[in-house]
């Protein structure tokens, strides 16, 4: 497979699932459906569609998604596809709300090649064939917060920067504004799994931003646990200031 092949398919089928999702978010609200079971049902839309599409595309590649069980096989393959099929799920199944999204990323021989995030409700796909966009400096910095959990060494990463907050909800529309120019900073320090980040990273490494763990650390996938628990993604210039205060 060509580098173009893979970054179209990803592209491709997180766009797709991206619209099934819009499908089936027209019967939130619905009488008497449970608001647990329409999320859990939505996720699960978006887990098949996705095996499946990948499987018809690259019949010999492997899965690891957050909705499917995790087959060690994929630790001894060349090619891994790492899915989250709905990051955001309680913005999901909020009325009007845009920040969620799709993650469908590539994992090949151990290094992470290929990445996209659809954001459905937005209409826009990210893609690690989208590239260096540019990235223009912002007077006060913006970083990107959880509206729910602020952990303690971003709010002082945060503080240190005398930053403006704007509160997101998932990982990958918090990633994505910092990739297209609404925020400067996202760090997260409070928990997260490969699949939650694998297709972030991607694109905002494409796009020329800096992205590592908070300790500076490379981001490694397809690994025997998923647990990645923290994340930096941010301007270049700003991650020596960054690391140093989510270091301490």
């Not at 590539?106 to 996209?116: C, D, I, N, P, R």
Request: net charge negative.
């Amino acid at each position: 497979m060509t580098r173009t092949t893979d970054e179209q398919a990803a592209s491709d089928v997180a766009t797709a699932a991206g619209v099934l999702l819009l499908e089936h978010r027209k019967t939130l609200g619905d009488a008497g459906l449970d608001p647990a079971q329409f999320k859990n049902a939505a996720d699960q839309l978006s887990h098949e569609f996705i095996v499946a599409e990948l499987a018809r595309r690259f019949p010999g590649d492997a899965v690891l998604s957050e909705e499917g069980a995790d087959d060690t096989a994929r630790l001894s393959a060349d090619r891994v596809w790492i899915v989250d099929p709905l990051d955001g799920t309680r913005e999901y199944g909020e009325a009007g709300r845009s920040d969620w999204a799709v993650h469908v990323a590539l994992v090949e021989k151990g290094s992470l090649t290929v990445g996209a995030v659809a954001m459905p409700a937005l209409g826009v796909t990210y893609s690690s064939a989208d590239g260096d966009g540019g990235h223009s400096s912002a007077t006060p910095v913006r970083v990107v917060v959880s509206r729910t959990r602020r952990p303690e060494p971003v709010m002082r990463m945060a503080d240190s920067m005398d930053a403006q907050l704007i509160e997101m909800g998932s990982a990958g529309a918090k990633a994505m504004a910092v990739v297209c120019g609404d925020a400067d900073v996202y760090a997260h320090a409070g928990g997260q799994y490969e699949w939650d980040s694998a297709a972030p990273v991607a694109v905002a490494r494409a796009a020329g931003l800096h992205v590592s763990r908070i300790d500076g650390s490379e981001l490694r996938y397809n690994q025997e646990n998923p647990w990645l628990p923290d994340l930096l993604i941010c301007r270049p210039e700003l991650a020596a200031t960054a690391l140093e205060e989510l270091g301490r």
